[in-house]
């Protein structure tokens, strides 16, 4: 056993929490030890002057996210820690495959949902509960979406219990963000401690965006074999446009607003400077209900009138498919594993949180009487947001979720807390490394021939000593994830 | 007219890497807007530091110096408003180009709208452009010792040679890093029809405030507004070559004219030398060749008809300009005006902006 010195020493885990680089005798993990150790051997002084120049790369490249109630716009950095979160070869296998069969069935369900609805026929999900989820579109109903894939995108958020088993948290089906930022802080990893990496033997990241741009293309419509797409952003206010900037550099695609587009004959075009040009595929960072005034929202000055009767027709792409919401809403979450026993005929091979559903007269009851306990979410909610944690709530905030709940009870599920695991985190106030909580975002690509699980993620960490809630609109941070390779490298 | 940047092979090439492609309007907007602020943004930092450079010597009021410079930037009634006369106080007249809010080209405000067309094309730009556009606003911002508000109030000639070097460097890096296509073509349409206007405003200013018949090959002094003329030959070389390092043109100039600085030599240069890249000659007629990729002659059906003939009709006018340039001011106002009607005529073909009738009738150059 090797005893750490310099930045690890003393490193104060927090008990009943599993901790992803330092096991429960003080000591590096073993299959981590070696960039551990090179690590630990760095000075307070030293990791703090590699952490401002981080900081500043990120600052002068832009890597940016707009904070909303500024009125001057301003713009943040993500707060990112060059302390890596890793993940070995072997958990990686597990996590993968994992994804892979659960993205397998969420697609298989929304196809079914949107079509014949067997799952209800066959199986005890409850088909009111399902069909009531706001993300639910039933004028789309029996529309075979062009390209065949419905989420053709996806993160799905991951978090560690005690014991180190992997849990999936939640799904994000419709426009899930971060990855921009996976590719970033893997370049600056690699700048700044390039010997460390080189010892971890790490998967890269980089070539998302290739891969992203391959599936792209081949999810355009039937028939279209050099199909143009584009980028489709709100615009440079929306929180994630340094994202959407990003993936359209990285693929070489125009990156568009919704005026740049219009609709004629039912097929989508783009207004250059020497005409319409024809768009096949539009990966749309735009919600469903700002996606087409004519369809849906009429005030939306987002959107592009016609775009779903193009959608509709076949002759466009939309990434992901509108009407996604309904398979990540999270009252139909529990039932994701019946989902994969039902479409694949297997177990399922990720764990899920166990849920209660307040929809449920004898859930809610359960929920009602142990507030204090659990963690209460909206459905439709995210990034935080709509959330009790009810071990940290005041009476008062109890009592208003508790009148919430009995107002509209299918808005609101409950988890108990469960004790995510940590990660070694640079505090900068105190010059040290500490243990914070941490959550992994994988993001799976899924063209016509099936998943891809990029090797890698957005671990975001909560950077509030004590705090359970990662999102950056709360306070959170990001690390870069370094999955290790299978074998050794020669 | 005599020389030409740019061979027609080089044209041919270009026109085949062009591709039928086109650029989102609102993407060719940006850029061009982009590159408009950028060429001012080095101008008006220019134009800042060769004047802190002259008033520094005696023999000028303060005045003198200052108070083109708020005319050039448009400014001049609403300085008068908030300051009232305060034309001779340098101090005041830097800080109100450079910082204030609501001064509508002050280099902070420029630099932020370069940055701000920049981020909405962010996947026009290569990296390194977008990083060094960034990095000056960031810069800028800066409330450190480095920052820029430290540098301004401790060492002001670093900081305005800094937003130079910084400008520069990202008028260079698009050169060199990006493709050379579309969007660029529409950055350096902006950058060259910002600099003929800037050029020739600069000129005309100067000219009022300090000129005096320059056909007439005078030397005297022809100021209705100041009290007291200038009819110091030290002086009004001094003036003069101000003038010209504020158009970075200082050297190129005494190259050609062997070091005498006269104000008709001085105009001459400014406006009808080709070979000078400052020039209204020259910028205009770069502004013409970008066009002319973007939306060929030949190709009569794109949009952009009326623009291109405008540009050809102001390109051809400017060329057959007698040498002795008589009426130097109402030259001047018809670049300016003529450029600003360009300008509103490509928004209109080519970018999307809703017809302005008033302003959209072209009259005859």
């Given at each position: 056993m090797?005893?750490l010195?310099?930045?690890?020493?003393?490193?104060?885990?927090?008990?009943?929490?599993?901790?992803?680089?330092i096991?429960?005798?003080?000591?590096p993990?073993?299959e981590?030890?070696?960039?551990?150790?090179?690590l630990?051997?760095?000075?307070?002084d030293?990791?703090?002057?590699?952490?401002?120049?981080a900081?500043?790369?990120?600052?002068?490249?832009?890597?940016?996210?707009?904070?909303y109630?500024?009125?001057?716009?301003?713009?943040?950095?993500?707060?990112?820690?060059?302390?890596?979160?890793?993940?070995?070869?072997?958990?990686?296998?597990?996590?993968?495959?994992?994804?892979?069969?659960?993205?397998?069935?969420?697609n298989?369900?929304?196809?079914?949902?949107?079509?014949?609805?067997?799952?209800?026929?066959?199986?005890?999900?409850?088909?009111?509960?399902?069909?009531?989820?706001?993300g639910?579109?039933?004028?789309?109903?029996h529309?075979?979406?062009?390209?065949?894939?419905?989420?053709?995108?996806?993160?799905?958020?991951?978090i560690?219990?005690?014991?180190?088993?992997?849990?999936?948290l939640?799904?994000?089906?419709?426009?899930?963000?971060?990855?921009?930022?996976?590719?970033?802080?893997?370049?600056?990893?690699?700048?700044?401690?390039?010997?460390?990496?080189?010892?971890?033997?790490?998967q890269?990241?980089?070539?998302?965006?290739?891969?992203l741009?391959?599936?792209?293309?081949?999810?355009?419509?039937?028939?279209?074999?050099?199909?143009?797409?584009?980028?489709?952003?709100?615009?440079?206010f929306?929180?994630?446009?340094?994202?959407?900037t990003f993936?359209?550099?990285?693929?070489?695609?125009?990156?568009v607003?919704?005026?740049d587009?219009?609709?004629?004959?039912?097929?989508?075009?783009?207004?250059?400077?020497?005409?319409?040009r024809?768009?096949?595929?539009?990966?749309?960072?735009?919600d469903d209900?700002?996606?087409?005034?004519?369809?849906?929202?009429?005030?939306?000055?987002?959107?592009?009138?016609?775009?779903?009767?193009?959608?509709?027709?076949?002759?466009?792409?939309?990434?992901?498919?509108?009407?996604?919401?309904?398979?990540?809403?999270?009252?139909?979450?529990?039932?994701?594993?019946?989902?994969?026993?039902?479409y694949?005929?297997e177990?399922?091979?990720?764990?899920?949180?166990?849920?209660?559903?307040?929809?449920?007269?004898?859930?809610?009851?359960?929920?009602?009487?142990?507030?204090?306990?659990?963690v209460?979410?909206?459905?439709?909610?995210?990034?935080?947001?709509?959330?009790?944690?009810?071990?940290?709530?005041?009476r008062?905030?109890i009592?208003e979720?508790?009148?919430?709940?009995?107002?509209?009870?299918r808005?609101?599920?409950?988890?108990?807390?469960?004790?995510?695991?940590?990660?070694?985190?640079?505090i900068?106030?105190?010059?040290?490394?500490?243990?914070?909580?941490?959550?992994?975002?994988?993001?799976?690509l899924?063209?016509?021939?099936?998943p891809?699980?990029?090797?890698?993620?957005l671990?975001?960490?909560?950077?509030v000593?004590?705090?359970?809630?990662?999102?950056?609109s709360?306070?959170?941070?990001?690390k870069?994830?370094?999955?290790?390779?299978?074998?050794?490298?020669? | 007219?005599?020389?030409?940047?740019r061979?027609?092979?080089?044209?041919?090439?270009?026109?085949?890497?062009?591709?039928?492609?086109?650029?989102?309007?609102?993407?060719?907007?940006?850029?061009?807007w982009?590159?408009?602020?950028?060429?001012?943004?080095?101008?008006?930092?220019?134009?800042l530091?060769?004047?802190?450079?002259?008033?520094?010597?005696?023999?000028?009021?303060?005045?003198r110096?200052?108070h083109?410079?708020?005319?050039?930037?448009?400014?001049?009634?609403?300085f008068?408003?908030?300051f009232?006369e305060?034309?001779g106080?340098?101090?005041?007249?830097?800080?109100?180009?450079?910082?204030?809010?609501?001064?509508?080209?002050?280099?902070f405000?420029?630099?932020?709208?370069?940055r701000?067309?920049?981020?909405s094309?962010?996947e026009v730009l290569s990296?390194?452009?977008?990083?060094?556009?960034?990095?000056?606003?960031?810069?800028?911002?800066?409330?450190?010792?480095?920052g820029?508000?430290?540098?301004?109030?401790?060492?002001?000639?670093d900081?305005?040679?800094?937003?130079?070097?910084?400008?520069q460097?990202?008028?260079?890096?698009?050169?060199?890093t990006?493709?050379?296509?579309?969007a660029l073509?529409f950055?350096?349409?902006?950058?060259?029809?910002?600099?003929?206007?800037?050029?020739?405003?600069?000129?005309?200013?100067?000219?009022?405030?300090?000129?005096g018949e320059?056909?007439?090959?005078?030397?005297?002094?022809?100021?209705?507004?100041?009290?007291?003329?200038?009819?110091?030959?030290v002086?009004e070389?001094?003036?003069?070559?101000?003038?010209?390092?504020?158009?970075s043109?200082?050297?190129p100039?005494?190259?050609?004219?062997?070091?005498?600085?006269?104000?008709?030599?001085?105009a001459?240069?400014?406006?009808?030398?080709?070979?000078?890249p400052?020039?209204?000659?020259?910028s205009?007629h770069?502004?013409?060749?970008?066009?002319?990729?973007?939306?060929p002659?030949?190709?009569?059906?794109?949009?952009?008809?009326?623009?291109?003939?405008?540009?050809?009709?102001?390109?051809?006018?400017?060329?057959?300009?007698?040498?002795?340039?008589?009426d130097?001011?109402?030259?001047?106002?018809?670049?300016v005006d003529?450029t600003?009607r360009?300008?509103e005529?490509?928004?209109?073909?080519?970018?999307?902006?809703?017809?302005?009738?008033?302003?959209?009738?072209s009259?005859?150059?």
């Amino acid at each position: 056993m090797k005893s750490l010195s310099g930045l690890l020493t003393d490193y104060p885990a927090l008990p009943g929490t599993f901790d992803e680089l330092i096991g429960t005798d003080g000591a590096p993990r073993p299959e981590f030890a070696e960039c551990l150790a090179m690590l630990g051997a760095l000075s307070p002084d030293e990791f703090a002057r590699a952490q401002s120049l981080a900081e500043l790369a990120l600052l002068n490249q832009g890597v940016t996210f707009s904070v909303y109630k500024d009125s001057r716009g301003t713009e943040k950095i993500f707060p990112f820690c060059l302390v890596p979160r890793m993940v070995s070869a072997r958990d990686w296998d597990h996590v993968q495959r994992g994804l892979e069969q659960r993205i397998t069935a969420l697609n298989l369900f929304l196809d079914d949902v949107y079509g014949d609805q067997r799952l209800f026929a066959e199986t005890k999900v409850p088909r009111d509960l399902v069909l009531g989820a706001q993300g639910y579109l039933p004028k789309l109903r029996h529309i075979r979406p062009a390209g065949g894939v419905r989420v053709v995108i996806a993160g799905i958020d991951l978090i560690r219990d005690p014991d180190g088993v992997y849990r999936v948290l939640e799904d994000n089906l419709r426009t899930p963000s971060g990855v921009s930022y996976v590719v970033e802080n893997r370049v600056l990893s690699k700048r700044i401690f390039p010997r460390i990496f080189d010892a971890a033997n790490v998967q890269r990241v980089d070539s998302y965006p290739t891969k992203l741009a391959e599936t792209l293309s081949s999810v355009a419509p039937d028939g279209i074999v050099d199909p143009n797409i584009v980028v489709l952003t709100p615009g440079q206010f929306n929180s994630a446009y340094f994202e959407h900037t990003f993936l359209a550099r990285n693929m070489g695609v125009d990156l568009v607003q919704g005026g740049d587009l219009f609709v004629d004959d039912d097929k989508v075009f783009l207004k250059t400077t020497r005409g319409p040009r024809r768009i096949h595929v539009i990966y749309r960072r735009i919600d469903d209900a700002f996606l087409d005034p004519e369809h849906f929202r009429p005030d939306s000055m987002l959107g592009v009138p016609g775009l779903m009767r193009a959608w509709r027709a076949g002759n466009v792409t939309l990434v992901n498919a509108p009407g996604n919401g309904v398979a990540d809403d999270k009252a139909v979450y529990p039932f994701v594993p019946d989902m994969i026993r039902f479409y694949l005929g297997e177990e399922p091979i990720l764990e899920q949180v166990p849920t209660y559903v307040c929809l449920r007269d004898n859930e809610r009851d359960y929920v009602l009487d142990h507030l204090d306990e659990l963690v209460v979410k909206a459905v439709d909610e995210a990034g935080g947001y709509g959330m009790l944690m009810g071990p940290q709530a005041s009476r008062a905030e109890i009592a208003e979720f508790r009148a919430r709940i009995i107002e509209n009870p299918r808005r609101y599920i409950a988890q108990p807390r469960v004790e995510l695991s940590t990660c070694p985190t640079w505090i900068p106030d105190k010059r040290q490394v500490a243990p914070r909580r941490v959550d992994l975002r994988p993001y799976i690509l899924t063209s016509r021939e099936g998943p891809w699980v990029l090797p890698g993620g957005l671990s975001r960490v909560a950077l509030v000593e004590g705090s359970y809630v990662v999102n950056s609109s709360q306070g959170g941070g990001s690390k870069d994830t370094w999955v290790q390779g299978n074998g050794g490298r020669p | 007219m005599t020389q030409r940047p740019r061979n027609s092979t080089n044209f041919h090439l270009r026109a085949q890497r062009h591709g039928p492609a086109g650029l989102i309007s609102r993407v060719a907007d940006c850029c061009m807007w982009f590159g408009r602020y950028l060429e001012r943004a080095e101008s008006i930092a220019r134009q800042l530091q060769a004047t802190s450079s002259l008033a520094l010597d005696a023999e000028l009021p303060p005045t003198r110096c200052w108070h083109p410079l708020v005319v050039v930037a448009g400014e001049e009634a609403h300085f008068k408003e908030r300051f009232g006369e305060a034309f001779g106080d340098g101090e005041r007249v830097q800080h109100f180009l450079v910082w204030d809010d609501r001064c509508w080209v002050s280099l902070f405000r420029t630099v932020a709208a370069a940055r701000e067309n920049a981020r909405s094309i962010r996947e026009v730009l290569s990296g390194d452009v977008w990083e060094t556009v960034n990095e000056l606003y960031v810069w800028m911002q800066n409330e450190g010792p480095e920052g820029g508000p430290a540098v301004y109030r401790a060492r002001r000639d670093d900081f305005y040679r800094r937003v130079r070097q910084m400008t520069q460097l990202a008028l260079g890096l698009m050169r060199s890093t990006m493709l050379h296509d579309t969007a660029l073509d529409f950055i350096w349409l902006g950058v060259m029809l910002e600099r003929t206007n800037q050029t020739a405003r600069l000129l005309d200013v100067h000219h009022h405030a300090f000129g005096g018949e320059v056909g007439a090959g005078a030397t005297e002094v022809h100021d209705a507004t100041a009290p007291g003329a200038l009819n110091h030959q030290v002086v009004e070389t001094a003036v003069w070559v101000s003038l010209l390092r504020a158009c970075s043109g200082f050297e190129p100039f005494v190259k050609s004219f062997a070091g005498r600085v006269t104000p008709a030599a001085v105009a001459h240069f400014l406006v009808t030398d080709a070979r000078f890249p400052r020039s209204v000659t020259y910028s205009l007629h770069a502004a013409y060749e970008r066009f002319s990729y973007l939306r060929p002659p030949s190709d009569g059906d794109l949009p952009g008809g009326e623009s291109l003939a405008m540009l050809a009709r102001l390109d051809k006018w400017i060329a057959n300009l007698p040498p002795s340039l008589p009426d130097l001011h109402a030259i001047l106002t018809q670049i300016v005006d003529e450029t600003a009607r360009i300008g509103e005529t490509i928004g209109r073909e080519l970018l999307g902006y809703e017809p302005t009738p008033s302003v959209a009738s072209s009259p005859e150059g």
